[in-house]
């Protein structure tokens, strides 16, 4: 059984045989077992936060174990409970899961089928609490999740990578292709650090002699300094920067590179020894060709953005607009796609609907076929069933096409 950082289980029967026989079931698989013999024992354990599942039985004296389900769905909507079934509750236990039971196990039930259904429970939960937490960093302002926008795999690992790096004060290197966003995600990392307030300096390393390279030093004593391009640094200025690091440089430092500077270093175009200083902790960004369903959720970010700066409506963004938008390469990036948005929210040139591709029309379709997909597993959580009925596609026929674009619906849960 895969292992989650949720594993509370609260077991509510009125049969205490029963309670310790699930209790060390439960035990045996490294999970937590709470007891409760009644709904009243339970209700106190019942939380909006409560990191864990419900196991009950469905007839108990009192509350029955529905009432339980009820309470505990006004408590939390999201909270999985599952229901402990006799032989003649099969009608009862149907009807539980039209009013939102998270699943139902037939008495006596083997542990290992058991243990199955509490694992997806729990695995469920946990990706609903983790969610509720992101929004909540989200709603405090988290820079992060504010300003580094997709929902892929890759976005999700770069924003935590991002706080990860934050976290320290060690020197950070930040790799991407042409217009992945370097200079924007290094600002997150100082927005996210404890030095956020204080001073946050660019410089373009092209035009960085030593003595501005000091001066720049100065003005962001407490803060950071970012130095973009870093591959441009004059020779002069690698020394100099590399005798500055000797030292208590006083600021913390990022660096930014579009290119190889351990390839270039290895070559003797770099200083090596400033390389290994700059990549203490790195930070790389994944291009738009790496994660192409987050194109949609980018574009419409972006958008937004344009149109609440220009004063304007947000324009429809439809299908024909994203088919259109999957269908590029965008070798330009999150800068391309910027521009492309902006365009849209101006009229001045709706190339989104009309691009031109390299791609020939069979690599196109697969490119909107797949971001349909994976919008549909990302609007039913995972559940693969009622993202196939969305599409209004046989299970069978889905369940291929995932296969075929290398999609799982559990990460999407």
């Not at 939380?47 to 029955?64: K, N």
């Not at 441009?232 to 430092?253: I, S, V, W």
């Not at 965008?330 to 796609?337: S, Y």
Request: proline share 5%; with cysteine.
């Amino acid at each position: 059984m895969s292992q989650t950082t949720t594993t509370r289980v609260l077991i509510v029967d009125d049969d205490a045989a029963v309670r310790d026989a699930l209790s060390q079931t439960l035990d045996l698989a490294e999970l937590t077992p709470i007891t409760a013999g009644s709904f009243v024992e339970a209700k106190d354990h019942i939380q909006g936060d409560f990191a864990g599942v419900i196991l009950s039985d469905i007839r108990m004296p009192g509350r029955d174990g529905l009432y339980l389900l009820d309470y505990a769905h006004k408590i939390d909507p999201d909270l999985p409970v599952i229901l402990l079934t006799g032989e003649g509750d099969i009608p009862m236990a149907v009807s539980a899961m039209d009013r939102g039971a998270f699943g139902f196990l037939e008495k006596p039930c083997a542990s290992r089928d058991m243990l199955a259904v509490l694992d997806r429970a729990l695995h469920t939960r946990k990706l609903i609490l983790e969610n509720r937490r992101l929004k909540a960093q989200l709603e405090a302002g988290d820079p992060a999740a504010r300003l580094i926008f997709g929902s892929s795999a890759a976005s999700h690992d770069l924003r935590d990578r991002v706080r990860q790096v934050a976290r320290t004060t060690a020197e950070v290197l930040v790799t991407g292709a042409p217009g992945t966003g370097i200079p924007k995600v290094s600002e997150v990392i100082h927005m996210t650090s404890a030095q956020s307030r204080m001073p946050f300096v660019k410089r373009a390393a092209a035009s960085l002699t030593p003595e501005a390279l000091r001066e720049a030093v100065s003005d962001a004593k407490g803060g950071t300094l970012f130095i973009d391009e870093a591959a441009a640094l004059p020779k002069a200025t690698q020394f100099a920067l590399a005798d500055l690091l000797e030292g208590d440089l006083g600021a913390r430092l990022i660096a930014g590179s579009t290119e190889d500077l351990e390839r270039i270093s290895a070559k003797g175009a770099f200083h090596p020894d400033l390389f290994y200083r700059l990549d203490v902790m790195r930070v790389r960004i994944p291009a738009i060709a790496e994660r192409p369903e987050d194109i949609p959720v980018m574009f419409r970010q972006y958008a937004e953005q344009a149109a609440e700066q220009a004063g304007l409506p947000m324009p429809e963004v439809s299908p024909d607009v994203i088919a259109g938008l999957m269908a590029r390469d965008w070798p330009g990036n999150a800068r391309a796609l910027m521009s492309e948005a902006m365009r849209f929210v101006l009229g001045v040139d709706r190339a989104a609907e009309t691009s031109q591709t390299d791609l020939g029309l069979a690599d196109q379709m697969a490119r909107v076929e797949r971001s349909l997909l994976s919008a549909a597993l990302r609007r039913h959580s995972g559940q693969a069933s009622s993202a196939a009925s969305d599409l209004k596609l046989p299970r069978k026929t889905f369940y291929d096409k995932l296969a075929r674009y290398g999609l799982r619906p559990e990460d999407y849960r």
